[in-house]
């Protein structure tokens, strides 16, 4: 229980929410709602990502605007339905909850953003992340419900304008920033928040993102990002931290830290001029800290 008498430092965080919060990507659903195959959804942000047509993350917003697929079958009220059958992460209510009261002298306020749609990320939080916390790309419909035009895509170097737009409307100094993502659609809005002194969490062994993040933290239950910001921010250890999840009804069964480290190895008689990728052998090698 918060102290009225004490003084809270205010932090804002902010979460990215297709594999973040969720276990499924947003336009992989999507698709496979309207009759599209998800490996043919794939195979089609797979081009854009090698053309370097769009920001990544943005490839959704661009296909339902000009894939003749997509564009064709999806309305507004597919967005919707396509929030209710992302499978999401256990316990994000619980950790808003906990971010915004639980921690003494701290004041935490939890947004989302993401490159998904509004309407998607919406409907997947629905009860339990307010609206007005949701940051997703914003589109324009037509009378008919079907897609007319793109207001704001939120991916990319578009994550970092929501994020400096949400922080000056917070009044949050960039040191108290704190952002949780597992993608490449995540590294510039990474980057932008070490670079002013905030605190990155990568939600995944990417390592695009789990080389730029200051902390990586793996698990499947939301809750989990809360230790690196009990330990880096709040300066907890292990059994205060174990006891504060104790005393909101939890318990932590299993907690391991590794360092992980990428290496690559090449022969040195190899002349072929292989890639390290195409021989396998670059590698994550695991062991423990």
Do not use: C
């Amino acid at each position: 229980m918060l102290r009225t008498n004490q003084i809270q430092k205010r932090y804002l965080v902010a979460s990215d929410f297709d594999q973040t919060l969720s276990f499924h990507d947003s336009g992989y659903v999507l698709s496979e709602l309207v009759g599209i195959a998800g490996i043919e959804f794939e195979r089609k942000t797979a081009i854009l990502a090698v053309q370097n047509l769009v920001q990544q993350g943005g490839e959704l917003a661009y296909l339902l605007l000009h894939d003749p697929d997509l564009k064709g079958r999806v309305r507004k009220e597919h967005l919707r339905k396509a929030g209710k059958e992302i499978r999401l992460k256990e316990n994000i209510r619980q950790l808003g909850d906990l971010l915004a009261g639980a921690i003494d002298g701290y004041a935490f306020d939890f947004h989302v953003i993401s490159a998904a749609p509004q309407e998607v990320v919406e409907s997947a939080l629905e009860g339990i992340i307010a609206p007005d916390h949701i940051h997703g790309t914003q589109l324009l419909y037509k009378d008919s419900g079907h897609i007319a035009g793109i207001v704001r895509v939120t991916a990319g170097y578009g994550k970092v304008t929501a994020l400096d737009d949400l922080q000056a409307q917070l009044q949050i100094g960039a040191e108290r920033v704190i952002y949780v993502g597992d993608g490449s659609s995540d590294v510039h809005v990474m980057l932008h928040v070490n670079q002013r002194e905030g605190f990155t969490i990568a939600v995944s062994e990417s390592r695009k993102i789990a080389q730029i993040a200051k902390r990586t933290v793996l698990s499947d239950d939301a809750l989990s990002v809360l230790v690196p910001i009990l330990e880096g921010i709040v300066g907890w250890g292990r059994p205060r931290i174990r006891d504060f999840f104790e005393t909101q009804g939890l318990l932590i069964q299993d907690w391991d830290k590794v360092q992980t480290e990428w290496l690559t190895f090449r022969s040195s008689n190899d002349a072929s001029g292989r890639t390290p990728e195409a021989s396998g052998e670059n590698l994550p090698v695991r062991k423990s800290p």
